[in-house]
Nanobody, 119 residues
Framework: QVQLVESGGGLVEAGSSVRLSCAAS????????VVWARQAPGGEREKLSC???EGQFAGKGRFAISRDAAKAIVFLDFNDVQDEDPAVYFC?????????????????WGQGTQVTVSS
């Protein structure tokens, strides 16, 4: 089974920028629509940004999603990290999705990467 792996989390300074990465074990993410979401302790999973196989994307606020040049990795970038940002950040993916990514299902989710903030 294909597995998603998130990386890039850790302890970051308040006000700094974060880049998280999502990759799939054994395969490229080129053929997958991908979504980034986060879940804070006691909270619900919140979708942040998504990108289609063709590179069309949707998101909100400070969150930007992109693919690397080889289309193997999907990044989530956000700036000005604040106290509301600590959470586990997850990527999800759906193969063969043809519609807008903000309505995509996700048949794959990673285990998440933890982002914590120091001030």
């Amino acid at each position: 089974q294909v597995q998603l792996v998130e990386s890039g989390g850790g302890l970051v300074e308040a006000g700094s920028s974060v880049r998280l990465s999502c990759a799939a074990s054994g395969v490229s993410l080129e053929s997958y629509a991908v979504v980034w979401a986060r879940q804070a302790p006691g909270g619900e999973r919140e979708k942040l940004s998504c990108i289609t196989r063709e590179g069309q994307f949707a998101g909100k606020g400070r969150f930007a999603i992109s693919r690397d040049a080889a289309k193997a990795i999907v990044f989530l970038d956000f700036n000005d990290v604040q106290d509301e940002d600590p959470a586990v950040y997850f990527c999800g993916a759906q193969g063969g999705w043809d519609g807008p990514c903000n309505s995509m299902p996700s048949d794959l989710w990673g285990q998440g990467t933890q982002v914590t903030v120091s001030s």
